[in-house]
């Protein structure tokens, strides 16, 4: 029986959204591997909207929930209707809609907070014991779903490892091609586009911690 991943999206676009090659590579090399997944983001506006041409903000008012359905061909469910024991696994691609969208990284730094919809869910799944895989800059929100000294990557930028680490996580050091799994929480992390200047180089971490997830469910 193949096994069976929910995929929480934050948008669409690096700068608003899910980062779309992340998103993209996690469900190939789920379907590569012979999973099968459903995609989930909230139904709320989005923090912001960026115009990805020019990096600078527009008077725009869009829905995270409509957004993710275009990288997915409208193949996205209202995270809401996400019921964990439904599924073996739980994978977070990157983006900065993960610390707009998911959370408030993106605005309160140390202080921050994981939305409740999205806290619920992810603590479901670790709750349950059930493996998870955080890529790019969704590690950030570890420590508050599982909790202090979770063992954790975002690659080797100092200033955010150092920010995870404030809030209680154990960051590891690692390259765009590695991963990093914490036995305890069952948890896969890998820096993807923290690090990765194109394509094919976040496509090495992306393919290893979807490989690791299914191997854990």
């Not at 995270?64 to 359905?69: F, G």
């Not at 059930?130 to 779903?145: D, E, F, N, R, T």
Request: net charge negative; charged share 20%.
């Amino acid at each position: 029986m193949s096994k069976h991943i929910a995929v929480i999206l934050s948008g669409c676009g690096v700068y608003d959204g899910a980062e779309i090659n992340e998103v993209v590579l996690t469900l190939l090399h789920l379907e590569k591997q012979g999973a099968i997944y459903t995609c989930f983001a909230p139904n709320i506006d989005q923090f912001h909207v960026i115009n990805h041409l020019t990096g600078e903000s527009v008077e725009q008012t869009r829905n995270v929930l409509e957004e993710s359905a275009r990288i997915v061909r409208g193949n996205v469910q209202d995270l809401a209707l996400c019921q964990p024991d439904e599924f073996a696994g739980l994978i977070i691609p990157g983006g900065f809609g993960v610390a707009k969208n998911l959370s408030d990284f993106a605005v309160n730094g140390t202080n921050m907070q994981v939305f409740d919809a999205v806290a619920k869910i992810a603590k479901a799944f670790k709750n349950a014991g059930k493996v998870s895989g955080y890529m790019c800059i969704a590690p950030a929100l570890a420590p508050h779903i599982f909790g202090k000294e979770v063992q954790i990557t975002i690659g080797h930028d100092a200033d955010t490892a150092n920010a995870l680490e404030t809030m209680g996580a154990t960051h590891c050091v690692a390259d765009v091609g590695d991963i990093v799994i914490d036995e305890t929480h069952n948890l896969v992390t890998t820096p993807a586009y923290m690090l990765a200047e194109n394509i094919a180089q976040a496509e090495t971490g992306i393919r290893r911690l979807v490989e690791a997830v299914l191997a854990r469910c």
